[in-house]
């Protein structure tokens, strides 16, 4: 049974950063994608950043070139460094795994949320101004 537990999140200053892990356990990384999500109070889930098995990536334009998400796939765990933090990413950040992934997926709808077999509890990122 495939579960995902994110760890790392917390309170920071704006400006400041975080590290977010999700460790997988009974997933396969060689076949599927592994993605980060976050839902702000009040709104949707939506993707921050996804990552296949190739290392082929993508961003939510509002994180571009902050955030950066990787794996280790020896370790099975999938991180999500994020810099410059704004109040604005305040949210509760979840990871996400999809089985087997095409090679469009990462570049088309990979912040489609239905699209994903697993799903972790979330992780809580609080940044103040």
């Known amino acids: 049974q495939v579960r995902l537990m994110e760890s790392g999140g917390g309170s920071v200053q704006a400006g400041g950063s975080l590290r977010l892990s999700c460790a997988a356990t009974?997933?396969?990384?060689?076949?599927?994608?592994m993605a980060w999500f976050r839902q702000r109070p009040g709104k949707g889930r939506e993707g921050v950043a996804a990552?296949?098995?190739?290392?082929?990536?993508n961003y939510a334009d509002s994180v571009k070139d902050r955030f950066t998400i990787s794996q280790d796939n020896y370790k099975k765990i999938l991180y999500l460094q994020m810099n410059s933090l704004e109040p604005e990413d305040s949210a509760m950040y979840y990871c996400?795994?999809?089985?087997?992934?095409?090679?469009?997926?990462?570049?088309?709808?990979?912040?489609?949320?239905?699209?994903?077999?697993?799903w972790g509890q979330g992780t809580q990122v609080t940044v103040s101004a």
């Open positions: 009974e997933f396969r990384y060689n076949r599927g994608c």
């Open positions: 990552i296949d098995s190739d290392e082929a990536t």
């Open positions: 996400a795994a999809k089985r087997s992934c095409s090679w469009s997926f990462i570049r088309s709808w990979w912040n489609t949320e239905d699209e994903y077999d697993h």
